[in-house]
């Protein structure tokens, strides 16, 4: 008994460690408005980081899309943040290419993410990695939204059963990714403090207060900054 009581009070511990700083947002992926933005990419397949970093393209497949519901998005007009594509002449998913551009809109595909991302994000997964997530701010650098948790906090979680399955939930966090051109790396931001590092970084002055910041504040600022 007096085992068990310390392992799992260890592993509340670890999933302390990595969860503390992640701050509660009642906001969802549903939440995110769509932005009509039309990319400077040219349309096509980037097949790999390198390709994308060169702009190098490739034709696309004709493809069609699917929401996170699993439902067939049957116009081109419709904005969704986070999708499946699938080819249209063999109908399956379209997976492993860094990033495709269709229609004006440029996608980064999910596992590409955390893979090529600054030091100390590279724990930040999902539950969709061959999913696309929209660039839906585009200038300085690209900015897209998911919803992310840090891997170790949750497959520490999910070790403890069911109470920690529900706990594991709740780890994740609708969360800001910003690509740097200069860096070449995803930034996530998972909170006040990474925002505020963010901001240092591109030198732009904003005094937020960080007892009533959220991603819908931190959408603001970007808007503002991104065109600057």
């Known amino acids: 008994m007096i085992k068990q009581f310390r392992l799992l009070s260890f592993a ?11 701050e ?32 190098r393209v490739k034709p696309p497949l004709k493809l069609f899309k699917k929401n996170m519901r699993g439902e067939t998005i049957m116009y081109d007009e419709i904005l969704e943040n986070q999708i499946f594509f699938y080819s249209r002449t063999t109908g399956e998913k379209v997976t ?19 893979k090529y991302a600054k030091k100390g994000n590279k724990g930040e997964s999902a539950d969709n990695p061959y999913s696309y997530h929209r660039v839906v701010k585009e200038g300085k650098f690209l900015y897209l939204e998911g919803v992310f948790a840090n891997a170790w906090a949750t497959g520490a979680a999910y070790n403890l059963g069911a109470a920690g399955g529900a706990y594991a939930s709740s780890l994740k966090k609708l969360k800001g990714v910003v690509f740097d051109f200069e860096t070449k790396k995803f930034d996530f931001i998972k909170n006040c403090k990474d925002f505020q590092l963010f901001l240092n970084v591109y030198k732009y ?6 007892d009533n910041f959220d991603i819908l504040k931190g959408r603001e600022i970007i808007n503002k900054m991104i065109v600057q």
């Open 24 to 55: 509660s947002q009642e906001v969802t992926i549903t939440d995110i408005k769509p932005v009509e933005e039309i990319s400077n990419f040219p349309e096509g397949f980037y097949y790999t980081y390198d390709d994308f970093l060169n702009k």
């Open 96 to 114: 492993d290419v860094f990033a495709i551009c269709v229609n004006g809109k440029l996608y980064i595909e999910q596992k590409y993410l955390s």
């Open 205 to 210: 002055a904003e005094n937020i207060d960080c």
């Open 12 to 22: 509340f511990l670890l999933i302390s460690m990595f969860s503390f700083s992640q």
